[in-house]
């Protein structure tokens, strides 16, 4: 069974760009989270879906947002990316929303200049 | 509010020993699940082992056991026979359960492992 997958493992933007993750959660999860870490801040819950909704959101400011499709992949948008975001974007899957382990990706580390 | 704390930055261990990775949460909720998961130089998170807060026995997963004591809200990993690929960050974390699946995570354990 292959495991959570994140496009693309590594991205350079610069300053005012946009950019989209992508994540494939592992076939029959249903909850896809997203974190980012940082060295500053450690890992810190950016937002949860479930059947195509956002379930639970982090205090992000709305540059961030996300969604989910109905074959449970998702994926997460930045706008007008600052140097702060520079992270590493990890993506985790679970069967359902609570009660469940959740399964990371690799992740993709974005580098904003 | 939740909080994970790991208060050891740094440790170091003898291959072949067992190690203690300290944790301690804080939350108001009876209803939550504390993960332990392994974070090696190349980024992703490995899931290690996981205590229900209604369990009563402790967690295990081959080498790996969770000493869970819930009146002190705390959640020690504990490793046997650590070998060299055990080094890497090492996160402990929980989850609300009225608060879906989203995890808090303490600031990590960098853990050596020496041969």
């Known amino acids: 069974k292959a495991g959570v997958t994140q496009t693309p493992r590594y991205l350079i933007k610069t300053r005012g760009q946009q950019v989209t993750l992508s994540c494939s959660p592992i076939?029959?999860?249903?909850?896809v989270s997203w974190y980012q870490q940082t060295p500053g801040q450690g890992l810190q819950f950016l937002f949860e879906?479930?059947?195509?909704?956002?379930?639970n959101k982090g205090n992000f400011p709305g540059r961030f947002s996300g969604r989910q499709f109905s074959n449970s992949r998702s994926e997460m948008n930045v706008s007008t990316l600052e140097l702060g975001d520079s992270a590493l974007y990890l993506c985790?899957?679970?069967?359902?929303?609570?009660?469940?382990?959740?399964?990371f990706g690799a992740g993709t580390r974005l580098s904003v200049l | 509010a939740q909080k994970i704390t790991q208060t050891q930055p740094g440790m170091f261990v003898q291959e072949k020993e067992a190690v203690t990775l300290d944790c301690t949460y804080d939350?108001?909720?009876?209803?939550?699940?504390l993960f332990w998961y392994k974070q090696p130089s190349s980024g992703e998170m490995i899931f290690l082992i996981y205590?229900?807060?209604?369990?009563?026995q402790n967690a295990t997963e081959g080498r790996y056991s969770l000493n869970f004591q819930k009146a002190r809200k705390s959640a020690n990993l504990v490793i046997s026979a650590s070998q060299l690929g055990d080094s890497a960050m090492y996160f402990c974390?929980?989850?609300?359960?009225?608060?879906?699946?989203?995890?808090?995570f303490g600031q990590g354990t960098e853990l050596s492992v020496k041969p």
């Open positions: 939350t108001s909720d009876q209803s939550y699940g």
């Open positions: 985790a899957s679970s069967l359902e929303l609570a009660k469940n382990i959740q399964y």
């Open positions: 974390a929980m989850s609300a359960y009225n608060q879906g699946g989203k995890l808090i």
């Open positions: 076939s029959g999860h249903r909850s």
């Open positions: 879906y479930f059947s195509e909704t956002q379930r």
């Open positions: 205590q229900g807060s209604y369990d009563e």
